[in-house]
């Protein structure tokens, strides 16, 4: 089992940023992915940006030039700069493992771009 704790949401208006964060704990994998999804209202859940244990990382379109995604591998922490955030950029934001076999999801953190 793989437990998510994430932090960092909350409310910002457009061209504000927020940084999020992801500890992950227990059963953690050398080789991994971790990533940032997001939910918008009424919309369906869409990848953000992930990066593995290689530091190899990938971005949405949508986010590229504006969002950083970083980690650190020694403390199984994943992080997600957002820079110049825009009101479509609003939902919940889910942190996600990717071991060798299973996934987990973290309970997911608000945040809200007012315009």
Do not use: H
Not at 68 to 73: A, F, L
Request: proline share 2%; aromatic share 8%; glycine share 14%.
């Amino acid at each position: 089992q793989v437990q998510l704790v994430e932090s960092g949401g909350g409310l910002v208006q457009a061209g504000g940023s927020l940084r999020l964060s992801c500890a992950a704990s227990g059963s953690i994998s050398s080789i991994n992915t971790m990533g940032w999804y997001r939910q918008g209202p009424g919309k369906r859940r869409e990848l953000v940006a992930t990066i593995n244990s290689g530091g190899s990382t990938n971005y949405a379109d949508s986010v590229k030039g504006r969002f950083t995604i970083s980690r650190d591998n020694a403390k199984n922490t994943v992080f997600l700069q957002m820079d110049s955030l825009k009101p479509e950029d609003t939902g919940v934001y889910y942190c996600q493992y990717q071991g060798r076999l299973l996934g987990y999801w973290g309970q997911g953190t608000q945040v809200t771009v007012s315009s």
